[in-house]
């Protein structure tokens, strides 16, 4: 199947965590490391999940493409690990970004195929406007298992619509049942795999065969991003899609960041677009034997935005710390509950740092509510949306003990954590408010540049609460 | 106005008490502060009470009030319990002179009472979030340390206010509270001690940090009617100030001031017609080091960044020029949150009456008591001068 010439992307973004742990800490923890072909993985925060992954990922394609949330009229969130079992993750990916409320959402999990099933879906798309495709996931295995030794983690985000620099020129997809090959079991949290060797590797290689067989693929593309579940077997299937290896390795990203799952052939199409590649085939694999493969042949540079550099490491103690594997639970307690319908009529400011603006004198409140802090009148707040950066004003660092309960887990998995009083400057007027700080290994200093980031802040009842916090500006 | 005087003030001892209840605290502090009052008082005097707290081991308690003052015979009275977190029984105090002032009570208990140690640290940590901004505050991850180490932050950076000032606060407050028998760590310490414990929201560490705390005290307040019947030695409530601000520490113009105390500060002393100057003690409210720094300024004893030098010098010492704290303050005396503003009166009473002990004063005339709720949402100063004073001098 073809589609017109005028679908195709427009712009790319990309986010893996900072944290990384190195394939030597599992090989000195376990006597071996059971993943081929990766040297070190993403980690996520302790507040870090699929959802704000993709956040991350989303906004920087965005960026780089110019573009508004208010252009995209089509959402797609691709992920093997939703925060949420079932509760629709789109909504709230929406509201971080600012998306219309009309706009169309739509969700794709359950195969690491999933990446490649929200890109062909948008390209399906009936919209006037911009579709953004965003794939984002942090899979995990039990710890000895071959599948949790290649568990990474990443997201990318891809900005579809007509009249792009780099159409999609062809896709096509194949399925053939090998059940067992990959998959979780319900209620689980664990990837297993019935670890026939053979049988795997037949499935990955014949069913990727198939679809990349079934699309207009030129001969020789500069790049190709190619499912990886760890860092051998794209290679060990090179041959029957009639690639090369480095074909296949110029745009990889699981030898840094681990196995991506749904996110795996996203972040390596947009690294291929993001280092100027004009021609990139795709082929995406997913759970029971399905295959997507794909054709992008850029006619221009495509805008792009990659944050995909890791700074911390991580001992492998650290690591299953950050996993939660070694953490207790939030302590038993009470009192100074926050609701969730309380916390559901603050979500713009949560999400999008909407002040509000006195009409009467003009100052900037946040929250937005009760009477104006300055001239004191009881008045309707005009909504304003506050800049991502602000200035610190006052900052602590808050040690082992010293945390709110709600966050005891956070502080048994991540450690010390900063807490500071930022201002916030629009038209002229600013306003301040406490954000827990992200990403640093010391808290900022008075003075410093902070921006804000969409984080998991604790979570109650079963109830993720998601909100900014703050990163020191680089 | 009627003016209204102290005739009688007392506490329980402050600490971790497993055999003792909520109840049997407060009578321990009523049965002293009626023991306290010079020519003796009857339990049917007592016109109307007023009791601060914030619950009882984590729990609230809809009638905390009737709860206590029916266990020490008072049932039949008028009760209010007032909250206004750490700032509660300072507010009972000013409550329970509003009562004389109107000429509704003659004899009022004015009290506070607190268990806080009979749960884990992390329910009390649930706990005392109540007293917070819970929706942004709290929710960034901060405790009370977190926001006055956000507030010391701010006051190093636009002061140079340094740690070892910091932990000057604990040394001297020890040292006091070492000489106080109700005190709950009643030991001394040295600058090395409180300058090398562990950190719990940087800057601040375990000595720049009040502990948790049981505890009782009350105060008898009465009317310039009756006061001849208790003491020939009256002290008079000479000033009475209340201020309050926005709960939340970045909903302010300042984090190195707190203007709810200036509020309470600048009433009282206009109320009494003093100045910082005539000041012979204060009692100030230093759940965390730098609130004690922030008080001097507050009420008026020296500028914002001559708060360091201002402890480190040695100035607010008991043998200094302007003693504070001389009771322990809630760093070394102890923090039983709703009894902790009434506490403070026990330690003016006492001061004022030269009963200190080995702490007391040289004939002090005029002493401040400063209590704060939160972060400084809500505050209140007292004035206390010796003798009849005033109009009716």
């Known amino acids: ?474 | 106005m009627r003016d209204a005087y102290l005739i009688g003030a007392g506490q329980s001892d402050y600490g971790s008490f497993p055999g003792e209840s909520y109840r049997s605290l407060f009578a321990t502090a009523f049965e002293n502060a009626c023991d306290s009052v010079p020519d003796g008082i009857e339990t049917e005097d007592v016109d109307e009470a007023v009791v601060g707290t914030l619950g009882v081991g984590g729990r609230q308690l809809g009638l905390s009030g009737p709860a206590v003052t029916e266990h020490v015979g008072l049932h039949g009275i008028p009760v209010t319990r007032v909250e206004n977190a750490c700032a509660a029984s300072g507010y009972s105090v000013r409550q329970g002179v509003q009562a004389i002032r109107s000429g509704m009570a003659d004899v009022v208990l004015a009290s506070g009472v607190e268990i806080m140690t009979d749960v884990s640290g992390d329910a009390v940590r649930y706990w005392l979030g109540v007293s917070g901004e819970t929706e942004w505050e709290r929710l960034s991850g901060t405790t009370f340390a977190g926001v006055y180490a956000q507030m010391a932050s701010r006051h190093m950076q636009e002061y140079g206010t340094t740690r070892e000032e910091l932990s000057h606060v604990a040394v001297k407050n020890h040292e006091n509270g070492a000489k106080n028998p109700h005190a709950q760590l009643g030991f001394e310490c040295s600058l090395e001690d409180a300058m090398d414990a562990p950190t719990v929201a940087d800057p601040l560490n375990l000595y720049h940090c009040c502990p948790t705390t049981d505890g009782a005290a009350a105060v008898l307040l009465a009317s310039e009617d009756v006061v001849e019947n208790y003491t020939d030695d009256p002290i008079r409530v000479a000033g009475v100030g209340a201020g309050s601000d926005r709960v939340g520490l970045f909903q302010r113009d300042t984090y190195t001031e707190v203007p709810a105390s200036q509020y309470a500060a600048d009433r009282a002393y206009e109320m009494a017609g003093y100045g910082p100057d005539d000041l012979d003690f204060a009692e100030v409210h230093d759940c965390f080091a730098i609130a004690e720094l922030m008080a001097y300024s507050d009420l008026g004893l020296c500028e914002p960044e001559e708060a360091g030098e201002f402890v480190a010098s040695g100035k607010t010492k008991r043998d200094g020029e302007m003693p504070v704290n001389t009771s322990g303050g809630l760093k070394s005396k102890g923090h039983p949150i709703g009894a902790t503003g009434a506490g403070q009166v026990v330690e003016a009473f006492k001061q004022l009456s030269g009963d200190a002990g080995e702490r007391q004063l040289d004939d002090p005339q005029v002493g401040l008591t400063h209590n704060v709720g939160g972060s400084g949402g809500a505050a209140v100063v007292h004035l206390f001068e010796k003798g009849l004073g005033g109009d009716a001098a």
């Open chain 1, 1 to 474: 199947m073809t589609d017109g010439a005028h679908d195709g992307i427009h712009a790319v973004g990309a986010y893996a965590p900072r944290l990384r742990v190195s394939a030597e800490e599992f090989a000195d923890a376990w006597g071996s490391f059971e993943a081929s072909g990766i040297e070190e993985k993403a980690v996520p925060e302790a507040d870090e999940d699929a959802l704000t992954m993709g956040w991350e990922a989303a906004r920087r394609a965005l960026e780089a493409g110019d573009a508004d949330a208010a252009d995209v009229d089509w959402v797609g969130f691709a992920t093997t690990t939703p925060p949420m079992a079932e509760e629709d993750p789109t909504v709230r990916l929406g509201s971080f970004l600012g998306v219309d409320d009309d706009a169309t959402r739509q969700t794709f999990t359950g195969s690491t195929r999933a990446g490649t099933r929200a890109l062909f879906a948008a390209l399906e798309a009936e919209t006037d406007g911009l579709a953004l495709v965003v794939a984002a996931d942090c899979p995990r295995g039990e710890p000895s298992d071959e599948r949790e030794h290649a568990a990474g983690a990443g997201a990318a985000a891809v900005l579809v619509g007509p009249d792009a620099p780099a159409p999609i020129t062809d896709r096509a997809e194949h399925a053939e049942p090998y059940p067992g090959t990959r998959f979780r079991r319900a209620g689980s949290d664990d990837v297993e795999g019935i670890e026939v060797t053979s049988y795997d590797r037949e499935a990955f290689r014949e069913t990727l065969a198939a679809a990349v067989d079934a699309v207009d693929a030129p001969e020789d593309p500069d790049a190709a991003a190619v499912q990886a579940p760890d860092g051998g077997l794209p290679y060990r299937a090179a041959g029957s899609m009639g690639l090369d290896n480095e074909t296949i390795h110029t745009c990889a990203t699981v030898q840094d960041l681990g196995d991506t799952a749904a996110a795996s052939v996203p972040l390596s199409l947009a690294r291929a677009l993001a280092d100027g590649h004009e021609t990139v085939l795709g082929a995406g694999y997913g759970s029971g034997g399905g295959a997507d493969a794909f054709v992008v042949e850029a006619d221009d540079d495509v805008p792009a935005e990659l944050a995909l550099d890791g700074n911390t490491d991580l001992s492998y103690a650290e690591y299953l710390r950050r996993r939660g594997d070694v953490t207790s639970g939030e302590p038993s307690g009470g009192a100074a509950y926050v609701s969730v319908p309380t916390w559901k009529r603050s979500i713009p400011q949560r999400h999008r740092l909407v002040a509000g603006r006195c009409p009467e004198c003009g100052s900037l409140a946040f929250p937005p509510e009760g009477a104006c802090p300055d001239c004191r009148e009881l008045v309707e707040f005009e909504p304003v949306e506050l800049p991502s950066t602000g200035e610190v004003e006052a900052v602590t660092a808050v040690s082992r003990g010293g945390e709110p309960p709600e966050f005891a887990v956070q502080q048994q998995k991540s450690g010390e954590y900063g807490v500071a009083i930022a201002s916030f400057t629009a038209d002229g007027e600013s306003v301040s408010m406490p954000l827990q700080v992200v990403g640093a290994e010391t808290s900022p200093a008075v003075g410093d540049a902070v921006t804000t980031v969409i984080r998991r802040i604790y979570e109650q009842e079963g109830v993720i609460r998601y909100g900014r916090k703050a990163r020191t500006t680089e």
